[in-house]
T-cell receptor
Framework: AQSVSQHNHHVILSEAASLELGCNYSYGGTVNLFWYVQYPGQHLQLLLKYFSGDPLVKGIKGFEAEFIKSIFSFNLRKPSVQWSDTAEYFCAVTKGGSQGNLIFGKGTKLSVKP | DGGITQSPKYLFRKEGQNVTLSCEQNLNHDAMYWYRQDPGQGLRLIYYSQIVNDFQKGDIAEGYSVSREKKESFPLTVTSAQKNPTAFYLC????????????????FGAGSRLTVL
């Protein structure tokens, strides 16, 4: 079965540190890739997505992710985190030819110390 | 404002009781989804519906039921057959996307937290 793996369960950083959250998926065909974020007490919302084209995608709030097809990877990055980035981050995948049902990773909690 | 409304926000249930969680959207989306979120487990798909009067089981449909009589509404019933119902339930919706691509962006509601006593 297709799966999505997020390498870190909980990441703790100080403000201004750089961030990279790992995401790997198991499906070898055409995929659509997403990062969703859940800020404390808020709705789950889309951070960025990749459907096709440039494998380096930029999202809201200075986040970016790079799709590396050869290693089934879609890592999330931010050069300098802020306290307001404290949230839980979910990587998700849909398969080409599917009905768009998202398969989620288990999530990574990011805590940014002021 | 367009969005998804889930109710109730918090719900307590005794063992053996069925409960129904409401999900309403005014985004004119064709597709609706129910996910269950457990700590450390991510989100798992319970049921989804691409069109009115049609729905399919997701990965963890056992012990749940849904209906889709109206485009705007997709209620989820947690039955007494669900062995571990205490969880956070998220409803989502999206436009209907071409099956060829599967490219889809979901809009989520605020969630309903169910606790079985």
């Amino acid at each position: 079965a297709q799966s999505v793996s997020q390498h870190n369960h909980h990441v703790i950083l100080s403000e201004a540190a750089s961030l990279e959250l790992g995401c790997n998926y198991s499906y070898g065909g055409t995929v659509n890739l997403f990062w969703y974020v859940q800020y404390p007490g808020q709705h789950l919302q889309l951070l960025l997505k990749y459907f096709s084209g440039d494998p380096l995608v930029k999202g809201i709030k200075g986040f970016e992710a790079e799709f590396i097809k050869s290693i089934f990877s879609f890592n999330l990055r931010k050069p300098s985190v802020q306290w307001s980035d404290t949230a839980e981050y979910f990587c998700a995948v849909t398969k080409g030819g599917s009905q768009g049902n998202l398969i989620f990773g288990k999530g990574t909690k990011l805590s940014v110390k002021p | 404002d367009g969005g998804i409304t889930q109710s109730p926000k918090y719900l307590f249930r005794k063992e053996g009781q069925n409960v129904t969680l409401s999900c309403e959207q005014n985004l004119n989306h064709d597709a609706m989804y129910w996910y269950r979120q457990d700590p450390g487990q991510g989100l798992r798909l319970i049921y989804y519906s691409q069109i009115v009067n049609d729905f399919q089981k997701g990965d963890i449909a056992e012990g749940y039921s849904v209906s889709r009589e109206k485009k705007e509404s997709f209620p989820l019933t947690v039955t007494s057959a669900q062995k571990n119902p205490t969880a956070f339930y998220l409803c989502a919706s999206s436009i209907r996307v071409p099956r060829r691509t599967g490219a889809n962006v979901l809009t989520f509601g605020a969630g309903s937290r169910l606790t079985v006593l």
